[in-house]
């Protein structure tokens, strides 16, 4: 199977710009993460759906972070306004079901704000 | 207040030797644990997992131990293999399946 899909791999922008990041799910895949890993630490949930609902935002920074995932199946996060502190790389995963462990990541965007 | 910690920022190990890698966690509540893997410019590869009502789970190479008392859990891989290098996360669930914690992970270099 085809697996998880993030496009662009790299993006460098100033501060204060924004951005947009693309996933394309496992096709049937129900559940869809969106993590960021900063360098030297481990991924850090921001956002989960099952299938176009959000389970969990909890640790979404709302005032600059949006997402969406439109029918259920790609997904898109946003940053606007940028800052230094969000250069990172973003990681899109996703499950067949929620209760499924071990979903699959893609290989990530990495975002540079200079 | 990193409640998943490996603190062990990497490994050397010889061709053929076990890797141990460890992991501790601080919230007694975690009851679900995976264990990925990561290449370079790549994404995290899931590797092998446990739930909290085992203390031993194997999958070839890879046995993952879990000591619930100690809130302590290490993966071993036998024989350890040049193409094992690569940085470990340990993940943990206080809700099985969701909302994993990961950690800062350890980079494991496997000499020829």
């Known amino acids: 199977e085809a697996g998880v899909a993030q496009s662009p791999r790299y993006k460098i922008i100033e501060k204060r710009q924004s951005v947009a990041f693309w996933c394309n799910p496992i096709s049937g895949h129900a559940t869809l993460y969106w993590y960021q890993q900063i360098l030297g630490q481990g991924p850090k949930l921001l956002i989960q759906?099952?299938?176009?609902?959000?389970?969990?935002d909890s640790q979404l920074p709302k005032d600059r972070f949006s997402a969406e995932r439109l029918k259920g199946v790609d997904s898109t996060l946003k940053i606007q306004p940028a800052k230094l502190e969000d250069s990172a790389v973003y990681l899109c995963?996703?499950?067949?079901?929620?209760?499924?462990?071990?979903?699959?990541f893609g290989s990530g965007t990495r975002l540079t704000v200079v | 207040d990193q409640q998943v910690k490996q603190n062990s920022p990497s490994l050397s190990v010889q061709e053929g030797r076990i890797s141990i890698l460890n992991c501790d966690y601080t919230n007694s509540m975690f009851d679900y644990f995976l264990w990925y893997k990561k290449y370079p410019a790549e994404g995290p590869t899931f590797l092998i997992s446990i739930s909290s009502i085992k203390d031993k789970n194997e999958d070839g190479r890879f046995t993952v131990f879990l000591n619930k008392s100690a809130k302590h859990l290490s993966l071993h891989i036998v024989p350890s293999q040049p193409g094992d290098s690569a940085v470990y996360f340990c993940?943990?669930?206080?809700?099985?399946?969701?909302?994993?914690?990961f950690g800062p992970g350890t980079r494991l270099s496997v000499l020829p």
């Open positions: 995963a996703s499950s067949l079901e929620v209760s499924q462990p071990g979903y699959t």
């Open positions: 993940a943990a669930s206080d809700n099985y399946g969701q909302n994993f914690v």
């Open positions: 759906f099952q299938n176009n609902g959000v389970v969990d």
